[in-house]
């Protein structure tokens, strides 16, 4: 059987990610981070799944067990990053009760040991340098006008692609997903509060449809720390929307637009 390399593909946005900004915004947040990227490598060959196998024996990953395999992470540290994990999408348990990284399959890259493998993945790369190369012509240089033009018609469409990836459709969440990203980030907004009111105003924001609902609650909790004075005294109650006037309504959409 021929050996397999496995590699992890990180985008260069990474770290500008929501889940891993509120990661390193942590006391140990780096470490956080680190931890993760060293789970996804460790379970590149095995889809993800923090799990050994023995023969026909699966043995889900314990806590020591990620100890001794990450080396520089003592136990509640680990313990402290799981269940952030757990919270913020990054892993999930299966029904077998194992952990398993969420979207690894879109990260995880390999290629066979075998020579002729890495032979024709050379040759792949060569004939696409020459393709590139033939492409900056300089004077006195014939260009592949048929080629070029197909190279570029493969470019837009990939790129078409890449947009239409980019537009994400937004979906409203639940109140439990509010309350657990406000929990998170320990900024007492009322969850509730904040559902009816997006919920009353269908999900607009000022004229606008509402792209990122985490974006929407940090810009409350700016507010609730900044405009104390400026905001309507139902803000911080337990209070149902239908008891709101539409003024109040207006007036507090004024303040929230002023940040977004």
């Known amino acids: 059987m021929d050996k397999k390399f496995y590699w992890i593909k990180l985008r260069t946005d990474f770290f500008n990610r929501e889940d891993i900004d509120f990661l390193l915004s942590q006391e ?9 990227q060293m789970l996804c490598l460790n379970t590149a060959n095995t889809n993800g799944k923090l799990q050994s196998q023995m023969n026909e024996v699966i043995v889900p990953y314990d806590i020591k067990k990620i100890v001794r395999d990450t080396k520089y992470f003592d136990s509640d540290t680990i313990i402290v990053a799981l269940e952030l994990y757990k919270k913020l999408g990054l892993i ?11 979207n690894i399959e879109a990260m995880v890259g390999s290629e066979s040991a075998n020579k002729d493998a890495i032979k024709k993945r050379n040759q792949r790369l060569k004939k696409k340098i020459e393709q590139g190369t033939r492409l ?3 004077e006195g240089t014939k260009c592949l006008i048929e080629n070029r033009d197909k190279i570029l018609d493969i470019r837009d469409k990939n790129i078409d692609i890449k947009k239409e990836i980019h537009k994400e459709k937004f979906t409203k969440p639940t109140l439990e997903e509010v309350e657990t990203y ?7 907004v009322n969850a509730q509060n904040f559902i009816d009111f997006y919920e009353s105003k269908g999900w607009m924001v000022g004229k606008n449809k509402m792209k990122d609902w985490k974006a929407c609650v940090r810009t409350w909790e700016h507010n609730r720390t900044n405009n104390k004075e400026q905001l309507p005294s139902w803000f911080n109650k337990d209070i149902k929307i239908e008891e709101i006037s539409e003024k109040d309504k207006e007036e507090f959409e004024n303040i929230i637009n002023e940040f977004n």
Do not use: A, F, P
């Open 182 to 188: 406000c929990q998170l980030r320990e900024n007492n």
């Open 92 to 102: 999930y348990e299966e029904q077998d009760k194992i952990l398993k990284i969420s």
């Open 28 to 36: 140990n947040g780096c470490q956080y981070v680190v931890l993760y």
């Open 136 to 138: 900056e012509t300089k």
